[in-house]
C-alpha cells in the first residue's frame, strides 16, 4: 500500500528499459509537462506502452480518432487482451457519450464485456500498473519536521528502525486528521521497546478526536473482553455504550476529504489518489475481530437473557459496520448478523444472507474493476475513483457493477444514500 500511493502505467511485454522510459514520460505527464511528456513518448516510436499511453492521452482529450488508430494498431497485436479491449469499449463510448462522466463510461466498457475478470495492478505484466511518482525534492524538504510529513511522506516512519526517532517524526502538537497517521505509524512498530507509552498517549487523544467511532473506544475496553467464560453484565454494559455509537471505523470521508485539501495545497500530483491511500493506511480493519469472539462465547455460554443481550449486541455491531459503507465492514458485518440470526433472531439471519449474496455481486470482480481504474492512465478517471471509493466504497462498487443496493439493508438500518455523483 505504501508503494501506491501514485499511478503509473509501466510496460507490457517489453523490456526494462522501455517500461522505465515509458513510466518516466508519464511521471512527467502528471506533474504537468505535458507537451514534454507526449514528445518523449512520440519518440518512443514503436514502443506498444508508449502507444498505450498515447492512444490514453488522446482519449482524455477527445481526440478519439487517433485514440482509436492506436488502440486498434494494439488490439490486432493482442486481441486477446482484456485491457486493450476494455480501452476499445472506452473510446468507443467517449465518442458517442463524450459528457459522461468517466467513471460511467469506464464502468459501460467494463460490463459490455461482461465484467471479465482484471489482471492485478500490483504485478508489472499487464498494461496498468500501481508506481509511486517522486515526491517533489523541494515539497519533501518544506515538510520534513512537520506535521505534514507524515502524509506527504511517511515512508521514513514505517522504515525506521529506532524508536527515539519515531517518537521524533510523531510528535505533537498534531492536527486529529494527522494524529491519526501518526497513530498508525507507531502502531505498525509497536510493542517495541519504549513505544508502549506513546502508542497510549495516542489512542486516548484519537479517542477524544472522534467520539463518533466504536473502533476508538475498543483499547478503554480490552480487559473486559478478555477471558474464556460469557461477558459480566458489567462489561455487556460498557459494550452496549460504546456500539451506541452511529459507525464503527474511523470516518473515512471526513479524513479522505481533509487529507485531499492538504496535499492539493502541497502542490502534488493527483492528490485525490494519494489521499485515498493514505487513509487506507489510517485504517485498522481488523480491530472488529476483537469482538467477535467475546460476543460468540457470550451467546452460547451465557444464560439465556445474557444469549439474548449478546445477539442484540452482535446485531448492533453489524449495523454500525454497514454505516461505514466499506467493502470489507459489509463483510465483516456478515457474522455478526448471522450470530444473531443463531441466537433466535431469524430476520437478522436472513439480512445476513441478503449482505453476503449482495457483496458477491461485487467482490471480487467490481473491487478489481475499481482497483484497475485507479491506476488507468486516465487522471480524470482516476479522480473520480478516489473520490468516490474515499467517501463510500459500497457505492462506488454497486455503480461499477450496475447493481442497486438491497432496500431492505437501507431500509432496516437507515443509511442515507449519498448524493449523486455530478
Known sequence: MALAAGCVPIGHRHAAAHD?????????YLVGKTAEAEAG?????????????LANIALAHGAHDRAASLTAELRG??????????LEQLVRRREEHPAESWLDSYGEAWRALSRPALPSVWAASGWVTFREPPVPEATRRAVKGTPLQLLVDWGPCIREKRSDRVGAMVREPLPPDLRVLALRCVQYHHPEKGMDALCKKLEDQVALDFPESVEVGLPALAD????????PPRALDRLQRLLSRPVFSLPRGRLYESYRERLQAAGLPQPEVRALFAVDFADFDFSVALLRHPLVRTMRAGDP???IRAAALSEQLAHSLLRDRRALSWLQAVPFEWGAGRAGDGAAQERAVTIRDFMRKLIPDASSAATTALAWPIPSLN??????????????LARLAGEEIPPAILRHFI????????
Open 20 to 28: 522505465q522510459a515509458a513510466a518516466h514520460e508519464w511521471s512527467r
Open 41 to 53: 513518448l512520440v519518440a518512443m516510436r514503436d514502443d506498444e506502452e508508449a502507444k498505450f499511453l
Open 77 to 86: 497485436r493482442h486481441p486477446e487482451d482484456v485491457e486493450l479491449q476494455i
Open 224 to 231: 473486559d473482553l478478555d477471558g474464556d467464560g460469557p461477558l
Open 305 to 307: 437473557d445474557t444469549s
Open 383 to 396: 479522480q473520480e475513483v478516489a473520490d468516490a471509493e474515499g467517501t463510500d466504497e459500497i457505492g462506488l
Open 415 to 422: 443509511i442515507t444514500e449519498p448524493p449523486p455523483a455530478g
